[in-house]
């Protein structure tokens, strides 16, 4: 279809208009609004202890949950590329649970389970180990949400790939964990590496399941996100702003990852 | 030594390292995921089937479903024109900065929830420069959900649109069709699954959502209270059971779109070859 | 008829077409012939009215269509990759240009029956194009094309993506078409074989360039340029001259006119023998005989023989094209 030129700007104006009004404007606006009354006030405002303590937890959980999801992750991604076997079908739908089951049910789901009424929670407790309203629970929720990110990157990388090398190097006397080692990760670097950035972006980002299982304990199980809500609700409009606008740059820097490895990849292709 | 004597004992330990694999990682998915999720049915239905249809089918449950799924469809078809059109954009035009909107349509994705719902209500809340304030509406709820789905049908419609046999497109023109009979009769019924599939994926995204709409929306019980912040408050208020059958519906609807997803994407490869 | 006057066709810095014109006779089978880059699927493209020149005109039946979208031009085009609508059954593929026409039901169902028979798919209307062969979607395609009853039929290197022997067949089986139907058609290929074969006329392109236009027998006996020479068919050299393998004359004894040479390998290839001689300036030659020659001549390897041209005096290896600026030298 080649459209005529009034169409064209009129389709790329309405377009934009439309981001501009539910993405771009907002998102500038927050910036906008941030460093409004300086750039000092703003420091401040990210550096009480706090806020301190809540960066340090959401790196702390964020360095637990994407590491093991990346071991899953790439596992499960060989037996969903390279084998068949029974419940393939079944389970390769139960991985996309986390992107569409509700974060409040997630929580939930969580404080039944490791509650201290819960299936292992009053095992648990009774053995002195605390997981919900505390650091594991916050950690078993984020992992529950990112799990699909790695798995569903890398798949489609191994499908695409084929597992010829990995015979050619089987021919060549190398065994199974030399041939992963050698020849199937480095062909999967790049998946596991976008996988990863998803994974990274979703853990920090993530609010309503830690909403539920964390407690809000201030200073001791507040991530960044939930110091954000709690910073609003106590009126404390400048300093969740603070937050706001430091999550908002982690996620243009994740955007910003995303892009470059999304153009090495396509020159890697080529 | 032959090269099958050294493949033979090679492909037997491969293949018990991946059934160990699989047995592992399969472990892993049912302790974090299915584990907890059947705890929620189990304790959904603990109190019984009556307790069960007391919690699901009271007032306010109903109330909030219904308002959750009618303002997750509104969303969807939002974002199905808006998304088809920028989509097409993406494509097919060029301008300075498309690589930078294009970018940045990921946002959503990367962004936390808490802080989107934050940055809809700068615009569009008390405070707004623009004097737009929606802020404990119904149409807040719709923002919100807007922002948050904005990137599934473009994302889903994109890889589509780029492989498009735009030589079909020319057949059609040759055969003297005009743009609008291209796109209704070409084009559209090629994207159809694509579009379906975006916008499945949103719409169990907007019926599950919940951190852009617990600041702007104020949650008000029978205005602008959605199901996932119903189930918050009756957790808070120790109402587990409850707040456990009124998931096991929601936990239903997602299994349901997560099947309509997977026959969409069978559908939509049915011509191909 | 069609006619193209002076037309040019740049895609930024590359020119595609460089001050083309050509005249497609009425109810003709012409075909453009080139290797890759000539030029040909623009031109094509440009008279179908897919794409448009930067300078020049194009006219069809008189009328200046220079200007006019694809739409309006009555034309039918085949694509190498069929361009099927693979979302339509075979039937509402070969009824989409007559449904946009609006036409009543009964006569498009009546057409398009009429069509698939003449194609050979008759009974296929409830199939998708996936689920049948090249060869078919490509037929599916003409019948298509057929339908709106164009005047000029295009095709871009319509049987490229085919097997070699379905290639064969489907150009045989165009042909047979052509005649039955008479539509004016214009064929793009780069297989010299196929257009020697099937059209009435050949247009040899080359570098944005039409180098000659004339019938098969015109181009294969009297080429005017080194490179329609060499892209017609066998071309071998003797001294300046380019002659073709078989319009050598291999004699035991010196004959006037004829250079020397002596035999180095002698190939039966069935009905044809090919011998390889190496001339006294250590050039290479090949001459193609007929077994009943070679047996008469008795050739054998290390043989002194004497070769000369039987064709009549024709390109020079001089003449060679290297740039298009060198235009001066060629006939």
Redo the contacts between chains.
Sequence with gaps: ???SRP??IG??T???L??GA??????G??FY?TFEHGIGAVWASITTPAAIHAFQLTLEVTAIAVP?NTI?GV??A??LA??S?RGKGL?N?????????????????????YGIH??LGSSLTKAGIQVIFSLPGIV?AT??VS?PFVVREVTPVLKEVGDEQEQAA??L?????T?FRRVTLPSIRWGIAYGVV?SV?RC?????AV??VSGKIAGETDT??LL??KR?SNFDLAG??AA?AL??LI??A???A??TMNRRREEGDA | MSATALTVPARRAERSYGALGLGLATLWLSVIVLLPLSAVVVHGLSGGAGAFWDAVTSAQAIAALRFTVLVSLATVALNVLGGTLIAWVLVRDRFPGKRVVNALIDLPFALPTIVAGLVLLTLYGQRSPLGIDVAFTQVAVLLALLFVTLPFVIRSVQPVLIELDREMEEAALSLGAGNATIFRRVVLPNLAPAILSGAALAFARAVGEFGSIVLISGNIPFKTQVSSVYVFNLIESDAPISAAAVSTVLLGVSLLVLLAIRGLGRWGARHDR | MISVSGVTKRFGDYVALDDVSLEVPDGSLTALLGPSGSGKSTLLRIIGGLESPDVGRVEIHGEDQTDVSARRRGIGFVFQHYAAFKHMTVRDNVAFGLTVRKRPKAEVAARVDELLEIVGLAGYQRRYPSQLSGGQRQRMALARALAVEPRVLLLDEPFGALDAKVRADLREWLRRLHDEVHVTTLLVTHDQEEAMSIADQIAVMDHSRIEQVGTPRELYDRPATPFVMRFLGPVTQLGEALVRPHDIALSHEARPGSHEAQVARVVHLGFEVRAELVLGDGEELAVQLTRGEADELELAVGDIVHVRSTALPRALASDERREPEADALSA
């Design positions: 279809m080649t459209v169409w064209r389709l790329r309405l377009a934009l439309y981001l539910l993405l771009f404007v907002p998102v606006l927050i609004r093991l899953f596992v499960m060989l037996a390279r084998g076997w389970v739908a139960l991985i996309d649970l986390p992107f569409a089951v509700s974060p409040i049910v997630i929580g939930l789901s969580l404080v039944l389970v819960g299936w078993l992992i529950f799990l089987s021919t006397g190398a065994g199974a964990w041939t998803l972006a920090i980002g993530e609010f309503g909403s539920v960044l996100t954000v809500e609003f969740a702003y706001s999550l908002a996620a243009l994740t955007l910003l995303m892009t």
